[in-house]
């Protein structure tokens, strides 16, 4: 099945600064990749998404990169904010029906 | 936007007791719905998924004789914690793929399950 890993599982940046979470994942027919925001007791918030189709995809502030040959895939989050602040989760799926599998998770602290 | 509910938001029982949990899609329907679980600090686990209809598929290592699950309607699952135990402890989350857009998934808010 599919393996998805993440890097950091923590992150403290200055307010303005820039933060950047990677991923990698196993199956090479993984073709969607979400990322999503949790806070405490929350559920989980599709903050931007990429398919296996396209390299790079931006929102704002927000973007994602996708290398399928290298099987990774990065979050990067400019001119962070405190309410950027929550544990990040990217993941994995076929698409469709098909389940999701998770990474492990990073918590992001930006510090005002 | 598709919207999912959970009910109820948080339980507490005794252990040894069952626990029903209900997850509905509010404006669309699910042919098929996840469940994940969560404990603190760490990341979800699907647990198992929904097919109305039909039975459930469990993840590996998951009891389903423990954790029952039936899909009674395109817009209603229920995950069942049979003889709760401190263990099963958790927050619970549902999801539901859109219909339009098949792989955006749309997570119901969560049943936080203390088990005493």
């Known amino acids: 099945g599919e393996n998805v890993e993440q890097h950091p599982s923590t992150l403290s940046v200055q307010e303005g600064d820039s933060a950047v979470i990677k991923c990698t994942y196993s199956?090479?027919?993984?073709?969607?990749f979400p990322w999503y925001k949790q806070e405490l007791g929350k559920r989980p918030q599709l903050i931007i998404d990429i398919r296996s189709n396209v390299g790079e995809k931006k929102d704002q502030r927000i973007a994602v990169t996708l290398n399928k040959t290298a099987k990774h895939f990065s979050l990067h989050i400019t001119e962070t904010q405190p309410e950027d602040s929550a544990v990040y989760f990217c993941a994995a799926t076929h698409g469709g029906y098909q389940k999701v599998t998770f990474g492990t998770g990073t918590k992001l602290q930006v510090i005002p | 936007g598709a919207v999912v509910s959970q009910h109820p938001s948080r339980v507490i029982c005794k252990s040894g007791t069952s626990v029903k949990i209900e997850c509905r899609s509010l404006d669309f329907q699910a042919t098929t719905m996840f469940w994940y679980r969560q404990f603190p600090k760490q990341s979800l686990m699907l647990m198992a998924t929904s097919n109305e209809g039909s039975k459930a598929t469990y993840e590996q290592g998951v009891e389903k004789d423990k954790f029952l699950i039936n899909h009674a309607s395109l817009t209603l699952s229920t995950l069942t914690v049979t003889s709760a135990h401190p263990e099963d402890s958790s927050f619970y989350i549902c999801?539901?793929?859109?219909?339009?857009?098949?792989?955006?998934?749309?997570f119901g808010p969560g049943t936080r399950l203390l088990v005493l």
């Open positions: 199956d090479s027919a993984s073709n969607y």
């Open positions: 999801s539901a793929p859109g219909e339009g857009q098949q792989e955006t998934q749309y």
